[in-house]
């Protein structure tokens, strides 16, 4: 009940990391009854276009072996010898459909699940060797639907095999009247037919196999609320924590933002919601830079800090408001350079006057 009720809160579709760890562990979705009907049409297709060639070897090794055994002196020495030449003819007769049926194998898999290294699957592991864990596997709702899949093969094979077979018993009457050969090419021909029916039947039993499979694959990989929330914890971090770190670099940011305010030329004003604090070193910099900017709450503070370090306050609300626009640390765009210089130009204007003015008291 409890793996029942977990399987009905799966509902949100799988993560690509969830689906990048299950195929670390070689989690994928495959068939094998694709696997095996394309290694069966293939051999098939492969027989068949290699008939003439495996006939005319076949009956030329005939030929060699029954020409020759005459003159054989029957001993274990020849028995080898015969034997070891039989088995190096064969082997060269069915390399062409071992070769296509390997190279369509490969082809397969990798159509399937791409290519995959899974070193974890073929480590040994000791739980393995448990017996009541390999009886649980064995009673296993996978083991008992792959049982129920393979006898569901097996009985439609046979059927078809029986039917097909059943179908040409009236031309096994005059198999009697034949050569060996025709008798031969007529065992062939209701093999061939065998293994064609056979084969189409098992092309609509692998496309329902892949099917199934692919639906299972993708409703186990199926997420809860819960994992989708852990997950993203993981990879991006706890919300919380990083909001906290958000606002200790804001903090940290601000406070060195407002220490950059005393040394700076002037504070653009609008005059109360914003405040742009511009420093300008002729020679060092091409052209002014924002050193300190806020709104509200921060502008006031800005607002404080110039007055009280004795930092000039212009009021520009339009200039102000395009400045404001402009990150930390910044320099002036190209389109405020002339309103910014007049307000430095005013700025310098003042300062002057204001030196003049200590120097006439000084010298007074």
Not at 3 to 13: I, L, P, Y
Not at 22 to 28: C, M, N
Not at 84 to 103: D, I, K, N, Q
Not at 137 to 154: C, D, H, P, Q, Y
Request: a positive charge.
């Amino acid at each position: 009940m409890a793996e029942q009720q977990s399987n009905q809160d799966k509902t949100e579709k799988p993560t690509p990391r969830r689906r990048r760890k299950a195929r670390e562990k070689g989690q994928v979705a495959k068939s094998n009854e694709v696997m095996a009907v394309v290694v069966l049409l293939t051999g098939l297709a492969t027989l068949y276009a290699t008939a003439g060639y495996l006939y005319r070897n076949i009956t030329g090794l005939m030929r060699q072996v029954l020409g020759q055994a005459h003159a054989w002196d029957v001993n274990m020495d020849t028995i080898q010898g015969f034997a070891l030449r039989a088995m190096e003819g064969f082997f060269w007769l069915v390399l062409p459909v071992l070769v296509m049926v390997f190279v369509m194998a490969l082809l397969v898999g990798v159509a399937q699940v791409g290519f995959m290294w899974v070193p974890s699957l073929i480590k040994p592991k000791l739980e393995k060797l448990n017996p009541l864990k390999g009886l649980k596997r064995i009673a296993s709702k996978r083991t008992l639907m792959e049982l129920f899949k393979s006898v569901g093969k097996v009985v439609l094979v046979g059927y078809v095999a029986y039917a097909t077979i059943v179908g040409r018993m009236e031309d096994l009457s005059s198999l009697g009247h034949l050569t060996v050969i025709e008798i031969l090419h007529f065992v062939c021909e209701v093999a061939f037919l065998v293994f064609l029916k056979a084969a189409a039947i098992m092309v609509v039993l692998a496309a329902l196999d892949w099917a199934f499979n692919k639906w299972e694959y993708e409703k186990n990989l199926k997420m809860s609320k819960k994992e989708l929330k852990d997950e993203w914890k993981q990879t991006e971090g706890d919300p919380l924590v990083k909001q906290r770190i958000r606002q200790t670099q804001m903090k940290m940011a601000q406070q060195r933002m407002m220490a950059a305010v005393p040394e700076a030329d002037v504070v653009v004003t609008n005059p109360t919601h914003y405040a742009v604090a511009l420093l300008y070193q002729p020679g060092a910099m091409d052209a002014p830079q924002v050193t300190a900017k806020g709104k509200d709450l921060v502008a006031k503070k800005i607002r404080e800090l110039a007055e009280a370090h004795a930092v000039p306050l212009v009021q520009d609300p339009p200039v102000a408001q395009a400045l404001y626009q402009v990150e930390v640390g910044e320099t002036v765009p190209v389109e405020l350079f002339e309103a910014v210089a007049a307000i430095l130009a005013y700025v310098y204007r003042l300062k002057n006057r204001h030196h003049q003015y200590l120097y006439q008291e000084e010298t007074a």
